[in-house]
């Protein structure tokens, strides 16, 4: 089983704005290969239809959404694992828990998503989730987990109680 992924590990790359950007996505059903003709207007080989170029979605990079998800605001970001991208939606207060659902899917096939994890986050996690080491890790891009550090161990308790993950994510991504 893979090991859920801290929130704090999400962050959005230039590198996958990039891949992002070039891909284009085909009306329902999904079209996973198509072709390009010489004025750049792509087609869907199973069903002939055009596909629509796709802007990626506003994510914003890692100190922004410690700052949103402080206040539990709707905001996005995402990281790239390999060809495999977790994006993180902060979706806003539910009674008193912030509600973040985390979707995985391919960067070749975007339009396919899998939900990774729906977290319902108390204050108590959301405090740790955005302290100053929080921050620190944020804007230096140096993450690091200490089993021994006790804020490492609170924070991944308190994701694993907030959080259902779930354990057919990868295999719905191959569906």
Sequence with gaps: ?????????????ATLLANLSSIALANDPDCPQFYEDSSGQRTCFENGRPVEPVSPPNYVESVDYLEQLQHCQPVATAIGFGRIVIEAR????????????????????????????????????????????????????????????????????????????SDTWLEELAD
């Design 90 to 165: 902060v979706q806003g207060w539910e009674d008193d828990r912030c509600v973040v659902q985390m979707n995985a899917f391919n960067v070749e096939r975007p339009q396919r998503r899998a939900v990774y994890a729906l977290c319902r986050y108390r204050r108590s996690t959301l405090d740790l989730m955005t302290d100053e080491r929080a921050y620190e890790q944020a804007r230096t891009g140096n993450i690091t987990f200490d089993s021994e550090d006790s804020r490492d161990m609170a924070l991944s308790d308190g994701t694993f109680q907030d959080c259902q993950f």
């Design 1 to 13: 089983m893979l090991k859920p992924l801290s929130l704090m590990t999400l962050s959005l790359g």
